[in-house]
Nanobody, 116 residues
Framework: QVQVVESGGGLVQAGGSLRLSCTLSGIIFNLNAMAWYRQAPGKQRELVASITAGGSTRYADSVKGRFTISRPNADNTMYLQMNSLRPEDTAVYFC??????????WGQGTQVTVSS
């Protein structure tokens, strides 16, 4: 069973940067896309950014121009570079792996806290 592990969260001041990593424990042959979601206290989980197996990316309007999702060389690690962070970006960030014909894999989440 492939697992995903997120890292890179932490506490940062508004305007600062963080880079999140999501590492797969093995190879996934039926990968469709990978994505970052986030969930703030009292709110629903929302899509932040996604990247398909072919490299196409999509972003939530709230993070466009500030966040960059990448998966260099289609290897087993995905990144989320977060710049110009805002207090409203505070949330638990989850890595999601979407597979064809099989249920998604979720990581345990990493906390991002942006102080004003």
């Amino acid at each position: 069973q492939v697992q995903v592990v997120e890292s890179g969260g932490g506490l940062v001041q508004a305007g600062g940067s963080l880079r999140l990593s999501c590492t797969l424990s093995g190879i996934i042959f039926n990968l469709n896309a990978m994505a970052w979601y986030r969930q703030a206290p009292g709110k629903q989980r929302e899509l932040v950014a996604s990247i398909t197996a072919g490299g196409s990316t999509r972003y939530a309007d709230s993070v466009k121009g500030r966040f960059t999702i990448s998966r260099p060389n289609a290897d087993n690690t995905m990144y989320l570079q977060m710049n110009s962070l805002r207090p409203e970006d505070t949330a638990v960030y989850f890595c999601n792996v979407e597979r064809i014909g099989v249920r998604d894999i979720w990581g345990q989440g990493t906390q991002v806290t942006v102080s004003s």
